[in-house]
C-alpha cells in the first residue's frame, strides 16, 4: 500500500471519530491513532470521573486547596500550580510518561484539561498586556487622525467594556474555547463576572488625547481580573466543569492567543473611532433600499458621478465616501453637521485599512440605535458574547421621496443640517437654481424628475445644481 493511502486511512478513521462518537476503548492511547480530542471528554465519561475523584479525594488535600492543585499534586507528576498566571510551574502533561507510571487516560485528561485552561488564560493575560502598547499606537493614531476637540472625554469603563469583548474577536482556532467558556457563564456567573467586569472604573473618565495613556489602567484592571477568572475556574470542581465539560478544551496544540492583542482591540478600536467622530459632528447618513453604485451607474440621475464609486466596491464593499451592506440592501456615508462639504472618504480609508470595519462602525451603530442603546455593553448569551453600542454615532436616513422635494426636508429622522438647500451655493452658474447638500448626499434631489426640470449636479463640495426652466 503506497504511503498515502495509509494517509487517507488514518484521515478517515480520525474523520469519523470526530464526526461520530467514539469508544471509550478509542480514546485509550491519546499518542494512539485517536489523539486526544474534544470527544474523548464524554467517551471516556470524564465529568463523571471528576465528580467521583472530588468526593472520594476530599480528604486528600488540606482544606482549601483549590481543585487543580490538589488533582495535580496526587497525582505527583511534576505539575503544580496551574493557577496562577504566568508560573512556570505548569508544563504540558505527557501522556507517554503518564503511561509508563500507569496513570489512567481519564487522569490524564483531567491534568491535561488544567493545563489547557490555564494555557488559554495566560496566553489572554499576556495578549491584553500586549494590548496595551498596541492601543496606545492605534488610539494615538486614530486621535491624530480625525483630532477630535482637546476637551472631550471618555469613559474608562466604557473602554474597559470594549477591552474585554476583545475576547470575542479572537482568531477562529481559539473560537472552541472561547465558547467553551461564555457556555460556562451559564454554570459559573463569577466567571463571567472577571471577564466581562463591570467595576469601579465607570466613575473615571479621560480627556481623548490623553485617552491612549489611561490604556494602561484599563488593561492592568482586565488582567487582573482574568488572573481571578483562572483561579476561579480551577478552585471546584463545579466550576471547572462548567468551563471544561463541554471537552473543547481537549485540544492539542492549546491555540496561541498571546500575539492576537490586535484582534483583542478590534472592538475597542471601534469604540474610539465612534467617540472621535462624533465629537468632530460627524453622523452616519443611510440611504435605505440603496445600491449607491448601481444608483450611479443605472438610476435615475444618470448624469450623477460619485467620486470613486463608478467602477464597483472594493473588497470591503466600498467605493468613495460610501459602504453598501448588500444583505440589508443600506448604503452607508459619514456626514459631519459642522461642515457639509468634509469629504469622509480618506479617513475612512484609514480606519478600515487599519482599525475597524465598515460593518462595525456602520451597522454597529444602526444596531444599537435600533435598540435605544447609547454607551457600550457586553451581552452573553447561551454560547456567544456579543457587544453592542461599540460604535453609538447617531444614524440619520436620507429621505428618498421625491414628493418631499421643496419641505426642506432632509432626513426622515434627523433635522435637517444647517446650510442645507440654501440657494446659491459656490460655484453656481448665473441663471441656475442651487441647492446645497452634504458632500456624500444621497437624497431625494438626485432622483426627482418633476418640474419639467432636467439636473444637473455639481458634485464640488456635495452641491446641486438645479437648473431654472
Ligand atoms: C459517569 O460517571 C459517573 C461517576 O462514576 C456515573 O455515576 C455515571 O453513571 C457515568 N455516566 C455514564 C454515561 O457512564
Ligand atoms: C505498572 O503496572 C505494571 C503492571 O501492573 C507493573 O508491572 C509496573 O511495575 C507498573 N509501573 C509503575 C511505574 O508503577
Ligand atoms: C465545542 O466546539 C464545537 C466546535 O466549535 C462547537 O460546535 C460546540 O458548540 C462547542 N461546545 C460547547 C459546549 O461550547
Ligand atoms: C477586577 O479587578 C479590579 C482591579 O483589581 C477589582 O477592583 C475588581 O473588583 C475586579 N472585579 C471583579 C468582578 O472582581
Ligand atoms: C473555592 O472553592 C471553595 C470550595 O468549593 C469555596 O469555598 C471557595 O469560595 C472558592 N473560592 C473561590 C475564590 O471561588
Ligand atoms: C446596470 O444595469 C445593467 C442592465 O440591467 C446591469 O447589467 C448592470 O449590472 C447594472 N449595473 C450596476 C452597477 O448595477
Ligand atoms: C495603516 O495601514 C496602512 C496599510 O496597511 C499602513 O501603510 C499604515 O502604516 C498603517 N498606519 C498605522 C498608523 O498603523
Not at 471528576?50 to 476530599?58: I, Q
Request: net charge negative.
Amino acid at each position: 500500500m503506497h504511503s498515502h493511502s495509509i494517509l487517507f486511512i488514518c484521515l478517515l478513521l480520525v474523520q469519523s471519530f470526530t464526526q461520530a462518537q467514539p469508544k471509550p476503548s478509542d480514546c485509550s492511547d491519546p499518542a494512539g491513532i485517536v489523539p486526544l480530542n474534544p470527544s474523548c471528554w464524554t467517551a471516556l465519561n470524564i465529568s463523571g470521573y471528576v465528580m467521583k475523584w472530588s468526593t472520594t479525594h476530599s480528604s486528600s488535600c488540606l482544606p482549601g486547596t483549590p481543585f487543580a492543585s490538589c488533582f495535580l499534586r496526587t497525582l505527583d507528576m511534576g505539575q503544580e500550580d496551574c493557577i496562577g498566571i504566568t508560573s512556570s510551574t505548569c508544563p504540558p502533561p505527557s501522556w507517554i510518561q503518564y503511561k509508563a507510571n500507569n496513570i489512567s487516560v481519564e487522569d490524564f485528561y483531567v491534568a491535561y484539561n488544567i493545563y489547557s485552561v490555564y494555557t488559554f488564560f495566560n496566553g489572554y493575560y499576556t495578549a491584553i498586556g500586549n494590548a496595551r502598547s498596541a492601543a496606545t499606537d492605534s488610539i494615538g493614531a486614530i486621535v491624530a487622525l480625525l483630532d477630535p476637540p482637546k476637551k472631550t472625554n471618555g469613559v474608562l469603563n466604557d473602554l474597559l467594556t470594549a477591552l474585554s469583548v476583545g475576547l470575542s474577536f479572537l482568531a477562529p482556532d481559539a473560537g472552541p474555547l472561547v465558547k467553551a467558556v461564555v457556555t460556562g457563564f451559564q454554570q459559573a456567573p463569577s466567571v463571567a463576572k472577571y471577564l466581562f467586569p463591570v467595576g469601579t472604573l465607570d466613575t473615571q473618565v479621560a480627556q481623548f488625547d490623553q485617552i491612549a495613556n489611561s490604556m494602561g489602567t484599563v488593561t492592568t484592571y482586565l488582567q487582573h481580573n482574568v488572573t481571578q477568572a483562572l483561579a476561579a475556574i480551577q478552585n471546584d470542581t463545579a466550576t471547572f466543569l462548567a468551563v471544561t465539560g463541554s471537552g473543547n478544551f481537549s485540544v492539542t496544540p492549546v491555540p496561541t492567543i498571546s500575539d492576537q492583542s490586535d484582534s483583542i482591540l478590534t472592538a475597542l478600536n471601534t469604540y474610539v473611532i465612534s467617540q472621535c467622530l462624533q465629537a468632530n459632528n460627524w453622523v452616519i447618513a443611510r440611504a435605505i433600499d440603496t445600491d449607491v453604485n448601481e444608483l450611479q451607474a443605472n438610476g435615475s440621475a444618470a448624469g450623477w458621478d460619485i467620486p470613486n464609486c463608478g467602477k464597483g466596491y472594493d473588497g470591503q464593499s466600498r467605493c468613495g465616501a460610501y459602504y453598501f451592506n448588500k444583505a440589508i440592501d443600506v448604503s452607508f456615508t459619514l456626514t459631519n453637521n459642522g461642515d457639509l462639504s468634509k469629504d469622509p472618504t480618506k479617513a475612512m480609508d484609514q480606519l478600515f485599512a487599519n482599525w475597524t470595519t465598515p460593518d462595525q462602525l456602520f451597522n454597529g451603530a444602526a444596531q444599537c440605535q435600533a435598540q435605544g442603546g447609547s454607551a457600550p455593553v457586553v451581552s452573553t448569551g447561551p454560547s456567544d458574547v456579543d457587544a453592542s453600542c461599540l460604535s453609538n454615532l447617531k444614524v440619520c436616513t436620507w429621505d428618498l421621496d421625491p414628493s418631499h422635494i421643496g419641505t426642506q426636508y432632509e432626513f426622515t429622522d434627523c433635522g435637517t443640517q444647517s446650510g442645507v438647500y440654501v440657494d446659491g451655493c459656490k460655484g453656481c452658474p448665473d441663471g441656475d437654481i442651487c441647492v446645497n447638500v452634504p458632500y456624500s448626499y444621497i437624497g431625494n434631489y438626485l432622483t426627482y424628475t418633476g418640474w419639467g426640470l432636467t439636473y444637473d449636479f455639481c458634485i464640488q463640495n456635495g452641491n446641486i445644481i438645479v437648473p431654472k426652466n
